[in-house]
């Protein structure tokens, strides 16, 4: 999670650790820890009692075990998580185009989603026409709206009717009206400018966002607070995806000459790369939540995807406090407090494949995303992803071989640093069955693990689903045929030129333009694949 943090505030190198910042209590949290305060109430638990778990403090660990000593448990039942009973985010709405379908992978579903512009609203429904099963999402939106299968022309409106076959006589049986004809949609939602959809057709869930949403960020919603998307597909688990983000003590070490990360106090000895104890606690551990308290600020799991963190600096804490006739009053604070939030929405999509959706609101230094393009920003956000992709994917491996439930047992996590990672095993275990539940979708292998360049590829799990970045991919291509083209052209011109028609100087400016056209197409055919396509990530030379 702290790996983004610089990329995502470039080009500000904002220092969280520094001991500038005010010591600020996200969350509340009381002695007995058990009521932190959350901008998710509605899906808080109401009545469970909490485990409170502790991290040990690495200079007095000297056995194998896990970060946390149980100090109270006090649960009369385990409630399980159940895996299908949730929102899962599909897309940002920035990069889903209405002109066409799209199709995504969430849960091990193969979903097609596309706008009805009869409705005004985004659907989302089962990839595959009822006739024989044809992926719908490599359809079209015809003349009236309606989502159309390519392969024999059937066209399905917003609520899965059937509304035409074009096999079927005219004159004959309304084959079209049958339930057979009809395709499977689910239930969805846009929220804070996210696509959402809950993965149970069944018509009790029809109406399902009137009592249950999916998670709320209010700051995605405010004006006064800037934010990019960022989507990603990534070639190893939902479990390692979730994992990483909540492991900050990698961020100096993988993700090392790539980012700025804050020297280490004189006072801690450190390596180069500026390592160095971090304390981390875990506040809160039921079905539904994880909260921690990490320096400046405090971060929330809300399962299945859902991962922020606030932070807070730069001045008064929102209100000031006066004390007057031994009685303590509360006033607005005259000067606007900075915030800023990480937010990591991490989906499922198969087993050794996940997707992260990245947004970074914040209330200053607006006017950067206003004026930076996305892709710009996506260049950096990408290089970190690509930093550590290859190590977690061949991490993933030797996990799968040890199991879920001997992840405590085989992992000797005795630091604070490992407290968030530790409380989503147990989470894992404890309430969601040790893995993401894929319903026998799958054998419970692991994919092969393809050739480095199609492991870290950027072009098809990013570029051509993030709108700003297939702009800028089709324009830079387009620039640099046409330094190719000016190249070629200039040089055509000083060889047909008669002798005596140009000027010495003439001539030599016409060549050194030629070669600059040239030279630049090839520097920008480098930039394009490097950025676009295959960044490859030696942490052996850095």
């Known amino acids: 999670m702290q790996a983004i943090k610089a990329s995502s505030f470039s ?21 007995n820890y058990e009521n932190p305060i959350s ?58 185009d209405k002109r066409r379908p799209h199709g995504k992978k969430v849960m091990g579903m193969d979903v097609v989603v596309w706008w009805d512009k009869n409705e005004k609203e985004w659907k989302v429904m089962d990839d595959a026409c009822p006739h024989r099963y044809a992926p719908l999402s490599e359809g079209r939106i015809d003349q009236w709206g309606r989502l159309q299968c390519v392969y024999h022309g059937w066209c399905f409106n917003g609520s899965g009717d059937c509304k035409f076959i074009p096999q079927a006589p005219r004159d004959g049986p309304p084959v079209h009206t049958s339930k057979r004809a009809c395709a499977t949609v689910y239930p969805s939602c846009v929220q804070n400018d996210i696509l959402w959809f809950w993965p149970n057709a069944d018509p009790l869930y029809k109406d399902i966002y009137l009592t249950k949403r999916p998670p709320y960020i209010p700051e995605l919603d405010d004006s006064s607070f800037s934010k990019t ?60 939540t994880i909260t921690a308290n990490q ?43 900075k915030k800023a939030l990480l937010v990591f929405i991490c989906i499922p999509v198969s087993p050794g494949h996940s997707r992260i959706m990245f947004a970074s609101p914040r209330n200053f230094a607006t006017w950067a995303d206003r004026i930076v393009p996305r892709w710009i920003f996506h260049l950096g956000q990408n290089l970190i992803l690509d930093s550590d992709l290859y190590l977690l994917h061949v991490e993933e491996r030797k996990l799968k071989e040890i199991g879920s439930y001997n992840w405590h047992k085989a992992c000797y996590v005795p630091t604070k640093a490992d407290a968030i990672v530790a409380a989503f095993r147990r989470w894992l275990n404890k309430y969601a ?7 026998g979708k799958y054998s419970g292998e692991l994919p092969p693990t393809p050739p480095r360049e199609q492991l870290l590829d950027r072009y098809w799990t990013h570029t051509v689903n993030c709108t700003s970045c297939n702009l800028a991919y089709k324009g830079l291509n387009a620039l640099e045929v046409i330094l190719q083209i000016a190249s070629i052209g200039v040089v055509g011109i000083v060889a047909a030129a008669k002798q005596g028609m140009l000027s010495v100087v003439a001539r030599y400016s016409l060549v050194t333009v030629a070669l600059l056209c040239f030279v630049a197409s090839r520097w920008l055919s480098h930039f394009i694949y490097k950025n676009f396509h295959f960044h490859d990530y030696d942490h052996a030379f850095r």
């Open 11 to 31: 080009p500000f190198q904002i220092n969280f650790n520094s001991s500038s910042f005010p010591k600020h209590n996200l969350y509340n949290i009381h002695p």
């Open 39 to 96: 901008c998710f109430p509605s899906i808080q638990s109401q009545n469970a009692k909490f485990k409170i778990l502790t991290a040990v403090s690495p200079s007095v660990s000297t056995e194998s075990g896990t970060p946390f000593d149980e100090e109270t448990e006090s649960v009369s039942h385990v409630e399980k998580f159940d895996w299908y009973a949730q929102w899962y985010p599909i897309m940002p709405i920035c990069d889903l």
């Open 295 to 337: 320096g400046p600020g405090g971060n929330t799991f809300l399962p299945p995807c859902m991962y922020y963190g606030y932070f807070t600096f730069g001045g008064p804490q929102g209100i000031t406090s006066a004390e007057s006739s031994g009685s303590v009053q509360e006033k607005p604070s005259a000067e606007k407090q």
């Open 433 to 439: 069955g040790g893995q993401v539940d894929w319903r």
């Open 229 to 288: 998307f960022i989507t990603r597909d990534i070639a190893y688990g939902y479990e390692i995806l979730i994992e990483n983000l909540m492991d900050p003590a990698h961020v100096q070490y993988s993700h090392y000459g790539i980012m700025n990360v804050p020297a280490a106090p004189k006072s801690v000895k450190a390596d180069r790369e500026g390592g160095r104890p971090l304390d981390i606690t875990i506040t809160k551990l039921d079905v539904n």
